[in-house]
Each structure stands twice: as C-alpha cells, then as structure tokens.
C-alpha cells in the first residue's frame, strides 16, 4: 500500500475551547477591575492550558503516515471495509487520542486511537457505503486530535488517487421475461417454463425453478443440482439498452437508475446459468461472452454507462430493429415509461421493469 499524501489543517476551536476562552477574558476582566495578583496568576495558567493545546496536538500528529487498502469494485448501496494502516515514525514520542474522520462526513468519526506508540503501526477497519453507481474517488481522510484538554481541535488529512468502481445493484429475478423476447423460438413437441431441451446439469441458483431440481444428482453432490434447458437456439441473449433521453420525459433519473438495475440483474442471473451475453448501447456495443470474466464486463460497463440526449444518436432504433432480426434472442431496455410493455404500433417495445418478478 502507497503511503498518502497528508496535508495540515489549521486548528480551531471546539465549544469547549470557547467556554474556556469566555471564562478566561472574564477573570482577566475582573483582574484589570480589581488589580488582584491572584486573578492575574489565575488568568495566566488558564492562557498556558491554550498555549499547550495548541502546541501538543500537532506534535502528537507529526510524522505520522497513513496507507489503506479498499475494492476496486462494489456494488451500489452495499457497505464495504476499508483497512487503514496508521504508522509512527517518531523516535520518542507517542501519537495520543487519535480520531480518524471522513472528508465526505465531518465531525463524525469512524475510528478512533487511544495511543499509537513510536516506531509502530496500528491498523483501523473503517465501513463505506456509496449510494449511486458510478466510477469514485475514497474521500480523504482526516486525523484529529484535541489532546489533552480537548479546547482546541488539530487535523491532518490524508488523501490519494484511489478510484472505486460502483456497480449497480444485482437482485435475484425471474427470467420468465425470455420468453416474450423477440427471437425466442420454441419447439413444440416439449413445451416447459424455462425451456425445450436438456441442455446440462449445473449447481442451483438461487430463483430457479425448483421443479428442475435433479434429485438423484443431489443426492450424489451434496448440494442442490439443476436440469438445465434450452430453447432452440436461445442460448445467447443480447440487451439493447437505450440510454437516450428527451426534455418531455417524466422521471428519467430514476427511470433510468431502475432500468441498469434490471439490466445488470437479468444479466448476471442468465451469465450464472451459462448463457451468452451481450450488451449494445449507442454509446457501446458488448461483444457476446460467458462466465465470470463478462459478469466483470457487463457490470463495468453498467457501472460507467451515461445517459445521451436523443440527437446524440438518432439511429439507434434502426440498430435494435436490425439486430431483432438477427440474434437469437433481445431484450430492449429504455427508460421511457411510455414504451414499457407496448406491444402494438411501429415504436419498440421496452420490457416494463414492473413485470419483472423478484425471486
């Protein structure tokens, strides 16, 4: 892990330091009035309690390096840890009430140190949550100190260029949306909910149908083991998702939001069951794949995928009718309610997240 780079903060006062700082003119004010050696004794230790608070923290915090360790990928919403290794270099002196705090959240710590000895190093776990997808820098972190008298508060922040890809959210669904997917073709002779033909036996995910469950195998692994079936032909799914928007579109952010939601899943729930998958944005075209190396793909590319205005590409629905035609099965994905499960007229028909049943 790369040592950050730290920057120091000017200190100031806490509440506590106020209060002080009020009591302390008020002696002083008395002492002027009354012209008692007492008073002005009184007022000069209250001023060395500030001179000390301002020196001993920043002595306490000097040498001090940080180093953190975090994913390069999580999903939104999900918390993750992140593991911070806080060093003394100092010879001699300790590091003394050491608060660790996030620039993103002020004034609320997410660690704190007690005493951190010369020459050693201390490790904090520190929990972090990002709500919205995206592609993000860790917020610095800030080390505070108010040692000892906790009036005047000292900080130091730390901060590097680690980025954090945020992948959208991936729910458990059903996949009963095939089989309105155009492409989809079926053989008759042996209908089913999931399929036509025995394709493969593979371990069970979670929101299969528990009518395929291999009992025999089971038994034999273990563990639950399902009958795989397919379509003729249906085996690669391609997603067609329209990230265009238009200035009379109601609720496209959230819209949108919902709709990589639902992409990402369906995706991820077709790769885990040994489909081929391919995403085509006007941005991007996902070239088809399998396994755990396209769930990687697919997220990253949902994770950093933007909206475009409908000028930006005008022919992107001339794309989906060409491919329609052409792959075995596609799903169009658009985040304008009005096309949501239409299924009549010359406009596409996109898939309305609302029947889309969670297992």
Known sequence: ??????????????????????????????????????LYIIVGGLASFILISLFLPGRSMKK???????????????PFLVSVRLENHKLLLPAISLRLESASEADRAIG??????????????????????????????????SYPFGLIEQRRR???????????????????????????????????ADGDEFYGLREYVPGDDLRLIAWRASARFGKWIIRELARENSRYVTFALDTRYAPDMDNFEE?????????????????????????????VDLEPGEGSGQEREVLELLARVESATLDAY???ESVVRRLEGERAVLLYFSADSRQWGRRSGTALSAVDPR?????
Do not use: C
């Not at 000017?10 to 002083?28: N, P």
């Not at 001090?64 to 999900?78: D, F, I, K, Q, T």
């Open 314 to 316: 005008p022919d992107f």
């Open 64 to 78: 001090l390096s940080m180093r953190r360790e975090a994913p390069s990928a999580v999903h939104r919403g999900e």
């Open 112 to 145: 704190y140190l007690m005493r951190l000895p010369a020459r050693r190093a201390a490790m904090l776990t520190v929990q972090v949550v990002f709500d919205r997808r995206g592609v993000y820098r860790l917020p610095p972190f800030d080390l505070v100190s």
């Open 255 to 283: 819209n949108f939001e919902e709709v990589i939601e639902l992409v990402a899943s369906l995706a991820i729930t077709l790769l885990r069951r040994q489909y081929n998958v391919s995403i085509v944005t006007p941005q």
């Open 158 to 192: 730390f901060s590097d260029e680690r980025e954090i890809v945020v992948y959208p959210r991936v729910r458990i669904v059903r996949t009963t949306v095939l089989d309105q997917a155009a492409g989809t073709r079926y053989l008759t002779r042996r209908p089913s």
């Open 355 to 359: 029947e889309v049943l969670h297992a």
């Open 1 to 38: 892990m790369k040592a950050l780079k730290s920057k120091r903060r000017l200190g100031r006062l806490k509440k506590s330091g106020i209060f002080f700082v009020i009591i302390m003119l008020g002696v002083l004010l008395a002492a002027w009035n009354t012209g008692t050696n007492l």
